[in-house]
T-cell receptor, first 110, second 114 residues
Framework: NAGVTQTPKFQVLKTGQSMTLQCAQD?????MSWYRQDPGMGLRLIHY???????DQGEVPNGYNVSRSTTEDFPLRLLSAAPSQTSVYFC?????????FGPGTRLTVT | GENVEQHPSTLSVQEGDSAVIKCTYS??????FPWYKQELGKRPQLIID?????GEKKDQRIAVTLNKTAKHFSLHITETQPEDSAVYFC?????????????FGKGTKLTVNP
């Protein structure tokens, strides 16, 4: 199993650009989520999904959209990037209560 | 909703000493408490977890204790080594069906000095 994978590893965007961060898992986990990690702020939940076709907002959802058309994939979309979205983004999936993280995407918005 | 507080935010110990990180949670319905270790530039990795039906769990040099009455749980690392240097996160969730959110503490940066 590849586990949880994320692409790209690094990305630089200009303010106002849009992009999609990809996340996939091959463990057949129903629950998937996106976090952002900023210095001193820990891991903050952006959006999560309890299964295909079902998504919900987390703690910091503004500026981000998600969809879940398959069990495997959970992309995160930035419609109009802002410097405040500079962060490291982690995707995660879980079975039962044990959660596993992807390797992360470091995003810089200039 | 659930709120998890973690202390201290930074911790520096000498190699061979013990390290203790403490977390408190607010929702008495929470029943699952994992700890994650994140090395610099890497993803958080699950290192140990405990469920509310036990008070302590050990795995080699790492142990976690849970006090449900006081709503706090702690990570204990004995005989610390330089490779234990990392950021540690505690978390809490409730239920058992897999659809509940994990709520994280803000992390503790542990430095083990040789």
């Amino acid at each position: 199993n590849a586990g949880v994978t994320q692409t790209p590893k690094f990305q630089v965007l200009k303010t106002g650009q849009s992009m999609t961060l990809q996340c996939a898992q091959d463990m057949n986990h129903e629950y998937m989520s996106w976090y952002r990690q900023d210095p001193g702020m820990g891991l903050r939940l952006i959006h999560y999904s309890v299964g295909a076709g079902i998504t919900d907002q987390g703690e910091v959802p503004n500026g981000y959209n998600v969809s879940r058309s398959t069990t495997e994939d959970f992309p995160l979309r930035l419609l109009s990037a802002a410097p405040s979205q500079t962060s490291v983004y982690f995707c995660a999936s879980k079975t039962g209560q044990q959660q596993y993280f992807g390797p992360g995407t470091r995003l810089t918005v200039t | 909703g659930e709120n998890v507080e973690q202390h201290p935010s930074t911790l520096s110990v000498q190699e061979g000493d013990s390290a203790v990180i403490k977390c408190t949670y607010s929702d008495s319905a929470s029943n699952y408490f994992p700890w994650y270790k994140q090395e610099l530039g890497k993803r958080p990795q699950l290192i140990i977890d405990i469920r509310s039906n036990v008070g302590e769990k050990k795995d080699q040099r790492i142990a976690v204790t849970l006090n449900k009455t006081a709503k706090h749980f702690s990570l204990h690392i004995t005989e610390t080594q330089p490779e234990d240097s990392a950021v540690y996160f505690c978390a809490a969730s409730k239920g058992g069906g897999g659809s509940e959110k994990l709520v994280f503490g803000k992390g503790t940066k542990l430095t083990v000095n040789p």
